[in-house]
C-alpha cells in the first residue's frame, strides 16, 4: 500500500507559481511511476506530468510544457511539481498517483494506469 498526500495548492494570480508536493508513505516510490493530475470543475481528470523510475523519463501534457517541472526526491520519498506562470485554465484540483512495480520505460499518462491517488489539492489561479 502506497499512501500519497499533496499539498502546496492555493490561490495565485496568473502568471503566478506554486510548487506542489506529494508525499508517499507505506513504500518507497523509487520503484514508482509517479504522475501528476488534475481536474477542473465538470471536466474530466486530465494528464499534466509523470516520471518514470526506470529511465527518469519525464513526460508532459501540452498545454504545460515550458511552464511546469516535475522531479522527484527518492531520499525523502516525495515528488514535486513546480508551477510557473500559471494561466486560469490551470485551475483545478491537481492529485498524484503512483504506479507500483512497472518495468516500462515511460510513465502512464491516463489515470486508470496508476495504482494509488493522493486526496488532491486545489490550485485556482485568477485572472
Known amino acids: 500500500q502506497v499512501q500519497l498526500v499533496e499539498s502546496g495548492g492555493g490561490l495565485v494570480q496568473a502568471g503566478g507559481s506554486l510548487r506542489l508536493s506529494c508525499a508517499a508513505s507505506?513504500?518507497?516510490?523509487?520503484?514508482?511511476?509517479m504522475g501528476w493530475f488534475r481536474q477542473a470543475p465538470g471536466k474530466e481528470r486530465e494528464f499534466v506530468a509523470a516520471?518514470?523510475?526506470?529511465?527518469?523519463?519525464?513526460d508532459y501534457e501540452n498545454s504545460v510544457k515550458g511552464r511546469f517541472t516535475s522531479s522527484r526526491d527518492n531520499a525523502k520519498n516525495t515528488v514535486y511539481l513546480q508551477m510557473n506562470s500559471l494561466k486560469p485554465e490551470d485551475t483545478g484540483v491537481y492529485y498524484c498517483a503512483a504506479e507500483v512495480g512497472s518495468g516500462r520505460y515511460r510513465a502512464r499518462d491516463y489515470a486508470s494506469g496508476y495504482d494509488y491517488w493522493g486526496q488532491g489539492t486545489q490550485v485556482t489561479v485568477s485572472s
Open positions: 516520471i518514470a523510475w526506470t529511465t527518469g523519463n519525464i
Open positions: 507505506g513504500r518507497t516510490i523509487s520503484t514508482s511511476h
